[in-house]
């Protein structure tokens, strides 16, 4: 039998995954080599993860630095990689936060950033908007919408929980009351379509909270680290929550995330008041230092906007009417339903994600796309039936 013809065993994985038809051996910048000798465009980015293509050199000399120097140590230790890679990531965020706790997973980070804002108010009432998407542990998908109907599973959620309007400022800003502990809001939404929040619904959040005195949290899991183009979806639009946090991009294919703190915030902090083993080990920071630094010496931020505009001013084709998002972000608007079309693009050797929305495709490519592989895209739609 021959390597190609090998079916690869797979009772011994929980079968909780729908899956594409394709199976992955090994990757190299935005392509994707298949196990039948295919080369797939990688528009999806291993769900939005792989911010830097694929085994991108210095992501990977950075990874292999630090395995050999030190592969991991205890949080009860200092280690001057987590403290250097803590310091980029605030430097690099630019907002109005002043301290990082690593942690493991986005649905983790929003799990620890629901638990201190109920914890610090005293409040044990949460506010998220409607079609978001936080995560599957307790708390994270309590402010899941739709969860609870679908998978929550949990007897109870740990609070009380109000979905808000994504679209009317005002009605949103008025879910907020004296009893409310955070507002926890994706400013892009991922799973929801690439939908980019309004801008004043965003402020308005903002200056409910401050009336009230509850806080306010950026879900940037899907979002942060150079996706939209900025470094954090809240420097696109000018408004600083109080709690941020990030995870998929941080790492570029390293489990890491980060919870990143206001100075109000941190200096309410005390020892044992959060905790995580593997969270900030020198690995997993090693890579948030790497990334960092690869996305600001390579200007792939700027990559970003100039690719993700040229695609938006051309993809009105085919199946394909509008688009919504922002930066490599992106939720295509399609007459047909998009899982259709995604089959279809597939056939033609490019991999792109769909969403909640049925008529949305998503695109969530590396940061190193370019306008060449966007014409791929381009011209893939052109050949497909409106």
Not at 66 to 89: E, G, H, M
Request: with cysteine; proline share 4%; charged share 15%.
């Amino acid at each position: 039998m021959t390597a190609s013809t090998i079916t690869p065993v797979r009772d011994a994985l929980a079968a909780v995954y729908a899956q594409y038809p394709i199976e992955i051996e090994s990757a190299q910048g935005v392509w994707l080599h298949t196990r039948d000798g295919r080369r797939v465009l990688d528009c999806y980015g291993g769900h939005a993860v792989a911010a830097l293509g694929h085994s991108h050199p210095r992501w990977v000399a950075a990874l292999a630095h630090q395995a050999k120097t030190l592969a991991f140590q205890t949080n009860a230790v200092a280690l001057s990689v987590r403290s250097r890679a803590a310091q980029r990531l605030i430097t690099f965020a630019n907002l109005n936060l002043s301290q990082v706790f690593f942690v493991n997973s986005g649905a983790e980070a929003n799990e620890n950033a629901l638990k201190i804002a109920c914890r610090l108010t005293g409040r044990d009432h949460v506010v998220a908007l409607e079609h978001g998407w936080h995560g599957r542990t307790a708390a994270a998908g309590a402010v899941t919408y739709g969860a609870k109907d679908k998978w929550y599973g949990f007897p109870r959620t740990p609070f009380d929980v109000s979905f808000a309007s994504r679209t009317d400022a005002v009605a949103a800003a008025n879910a907020i009351t004296t009893k409310t502990a955070c507002v926890i809001v994706e400013p892009v939404q991922g799973l929801a379509g690439a939908f980019a929040v309004p801008t004043e619904v965003l402020r308005a959040l903002r200056q409910r909270c401050d009336a009230t005195g509850a806080l306010l949290i950026f879900d940037e899991v899907q979002c942060g680290v150079g996706r939209t183009g900025y470094a954090f979806g809240a420097n696109r639009v000018d408004v600083t929550p109080d709690l941020l946090t990030t995870a998929k991009a941080l790492g570029a294919g390293f489990p890491v995330s980060a919870l990143l703190l206001s100075p109000m915030i941190a200096e309410q902090l005390r020892y044992e008041d959060l905790g995580t083993t593997f969270g900030g080990g020198p690995m997993a920071a090693a890579m948030v230092e790497a990334v960092i630094d690869i996305i600001e010496t390579e200007g792939l931020t700027q990559n970003v906007r100039a690719v993700s505009a040229y695609f938006q001013q051309h993809c009105q084709r085919g199946p394909v009417y509008g688009c919504q998002g922002a930066g490599f972000l992106m939720g295509l608007q399609t007459h047909r339903p998009a899982k259709h079309i995604q089959a279809q693009l597939l056939e033609k050797n490019i991999l792109v994600g769909t969403a909640a929305d049925p008529h949305i495709l998503r695109l969530l490519p590396p940061y190193t796309l370019t306008t060449e592989h966007a014409d791929l895209l381009l011209a893939a739609l052109d050949g497909l039936q409106p």
